[in-house]
């Protein structure tokens, strides 16, 4: 039988270490199986999931900038919809099927670190697709949500579709009020992603030692934003490798319909990043 085919669209595309991570989770598993990168610049996505299909590729991952924008090439699932934008995308029934697994993945990490999400107050920085699905996944759990973002439409956009939620600019003035009350702070946007390992949005003199804050960007793993944090004081800090790790492990398990193996899959990354950054 051919080897099955999985992969990845996003731009850039270089630094992804999906292909690592994935691989080794086949090779664990004894899946005859190759995880690739592709880069495919945004006005291509709908030509990249349809050429995928006829070449017989069983999934794909979605990364920056395409969330949003392939969504209107696949059939989605009831809660990618909901949210927007996917990150899976699976071949094996025709046609192609959107997941989202971000959101989740995100969930999973925030509950080991906080355990209970209802009732907390999260600030979100960013309102991408990334930021769509974790922002769903916190408002449906109970936490209050409020985004901030650089254009702040897209916020006032975003939090239109949730229940608790609400939006502001990136103004100084703005943060800091917002994080003085919140309870988590997350970086969902490119800012301080390699190269550009000085840049943050947040600074130490706006956080309080109580606050958790989580980076989903994991390349380099140590963020300025969780520098800051340090500095800052801030015990609770995640950076956005078990993230990666479990919206990753929850799309293999879309894709193969088995069990994901979540410690060769975390191990596979951590060695790629102290090899790579
Ligand atoms: P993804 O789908 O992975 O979330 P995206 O849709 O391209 O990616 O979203 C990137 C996010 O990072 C957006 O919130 C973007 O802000 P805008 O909506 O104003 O574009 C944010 N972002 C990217 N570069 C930024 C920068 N230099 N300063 C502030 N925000 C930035």
């Not at 995308?89 to 906080?114: A, M, R």
């Not at 103004?171 to 997350?186: F, G, N, P, T």
């Not at 934003?225 to 398990?253: H, N, P, T, W």
Request: net charge neutral; proline share 4%; charged share 20%.
């Amino acid at each position: 039988m051919a080897k099955k085919i999985y992969g990845i669209i996003g731009d850039p595309i270089e630094h992804s270490l999906s292909p690592a991570m994935h691989n080794a989770a086949f090779d664990a598993i004894g899946l005859d199986a190759v995880y690739l990168a592709f880069r495919v610049p945004q006005h291509e996505v709908g030509d990249a999931i349809k050429g995928a299909k006829s070449l017989g590729i069983l999934g794909l991952n979605v990364t920056i900038p395409l969330k949003e924008k392939a969504l209107a090439f696949v059939a989605t699932e009831e809660v990618a919809t909901k949210i927007g934008a996917i990150n899976t995308i699976e071949f094996c029934s025709g046609t192609p099927v959107g997941y989202n697994t971000d959101g989740l993945g995100s969930l999973k990490v925030l509950k080991e670190t906080v355990g209970n999400i209802n009732g907390k107050t999260v600030l979100i920085l960013g309102a991408g697709g990334a930021a769509k699905a974790i922002a769903y996944y916190l408002d449906t759990a109970g936490a209050t949500v409020t985004i901030a973002n650089r254009t702040k439409e897209r916020a006032t956009l975003l939090v239109s579709n949730l229940r608790n939620a609400n939006a502001i600019s990136l103004a100084a003035a703005e943060l800091k009020d917002s994080i003085k009350d919140s309870d988590i702070l997350i970086n969902t946007t490119s800012v301080s992603m390699h190269p550009n390992e000085d840049a943050t949005l947040v600074t130490a003199d706006l956080m309080h030692p109580e606050l958790v804050v989580f980076d989903i960007v994991y390349n380099p793993m140590e963020t300025k934003l969780l520098r800051e944090a340090k500095k800052a004081g801030v015990k609770r800090i995640i950076d956005g490798v078990m993230m990666l790790v479990y919206q990753g492990a929850a799309s293999f398990k879309i894709w193969t319909n088995r069990e994901p193996p979540i410690g060769v899959m975390e191990k596979a990354v951590r060695a790629a990043l102290s090899r790579d950054f």
